[in-house]
């Protein structure tokens, strides 16, 4: 006597004509799959095995790129004679300010743009020359105007971070559905109450993007001021090496570089996942 097959498990009708159990099956299929554990560090891990790989085997040749054993060596003598925490902290101080220059002249800029026609006229159009010349373009000039010491490298990353912080947040704000300004005055709501409970949530998500493409920036303009005629940093140290030949050395300040910019990209994309819990997205 053969045994009936197993019940199909209970579905539920949809109001698409749709079950449940099918709709459950679609998103799984659909969606981006359950969350990798430490995910941000997955894809510098494999790098760091393909770098010890290439160099066991002789792929890569020590005198074009050390090996992770020797950077490591090195980043040791470096953290014992003081000389990369002292560099570490200049860099991580520049960088600091000129991301909060930068965007808070982009959020200020982006909201005197967004939430008025005569405010964009004025402010969009010097924006967007800006963003049609590189912040690094503009150095020799910063450095006639301000000189070549802390004032001109700060700056030059606020010049960087400014533009994607002003756009991502006026696209922002400018996203805004208009029924939601109906509605607010549908129920007399006055324009503060207006910004702060409607506006400003809709524009954090272009504004938390718009700093993430900003700590990028901060971090490239970094690498290029601190090696214009600078005398701390990772920049200086990674000149000084490359005077010398130091492969290894230039090798621990790239990896630093790379280190703070990890760091601040997680930094504010956990700071988006707490700030924009009320989305329901496929991350």
């Not at 000129?98 to 005197?112: K, M, P, S, Y």
């Not at 405010?119 to 912040?135: L, M, N, T, Y």
């Not at 070549?148 to 947040?169: D, F, N, R, S, W």
């Not at 954090?204 to 993007?209: E, K, Y």
Request: proline letters at 6%; hydrophobic letters at 50%; glycine letters at 10%.
């Amino acid at each position: 006597m053969t045994a009936a097959p197993p019940a199909p498990p209970p579905t539920r009708a949809l109001h698409d004509g749709s079950s449940a159990v099918d709709a459950r099956v679609v998103r799984r299929r659909l969606g981006p799959g359950p969350r990798v554990p430490f995910a941000a560090l997955l894809g510098p891990v494999l790098l760091v095995v393909a770098w010890c790989v290439g160099s066991a085997t002789g792929v890569l040749d020590p005198r074009t790129l050390s090996e992770p054993w020797t950077v490591a060596s090195t980043a040791a003598d470096l953290v014992e004679s003081g000389r990369l925490q002292d560099s570490l902290v200049t860099s991580a101080v520049r960088a600091g300010l000129g991301l909060a220059l930068g965007t808070a002249v982009g959020v200020v800029l982006a909201i005197i743009a967004g939430l008025s026609r005569l405010g964009e006229a004025v402010v969009d159009g010097p924006v967007q020359i800006k963003r049609s010349i590189p912040s690094l373009a503009l150095i020799p000039l910063l450095i006639l105007w301000f000189g070549i010491g802390e004032e001109m490298k700060v700056i030059t990353i606020a010049l960087g971070v400014l533009v994607p912080v002003y756009i991502h947040t006026h696209h922002g704000l400018r996203a805004i559905e208009g029924r939601y300004a109906e509605l607010a005055e549908t129920v007399d709501l006055s324009r503060t109450a207006f910004v702060r409970s409607i506006v400003i949530p809709a524009a954090m998500p272009g504004f938390l993007l718009g700093l993430r493409f900003a700590v990028t920036s901060a971090i490239l303009a970094l690498v290029v001021v601190e090696q214009i005629n600078a005398t701390s940093g990772i920049g200086h140290m990674i000149t000084l090496a490359s005077s010398y030949g130091q492969t290894d050395v230039i090798v621990v300040g790239l990896v630093v570089y790379a280190a703070l910019g990890l760091v601040a990209d997680g930094t504010v994309r956990l700071i988006e996942r707490k700030a924009l819990t009320w989305r329901r997205t496929l991350g």
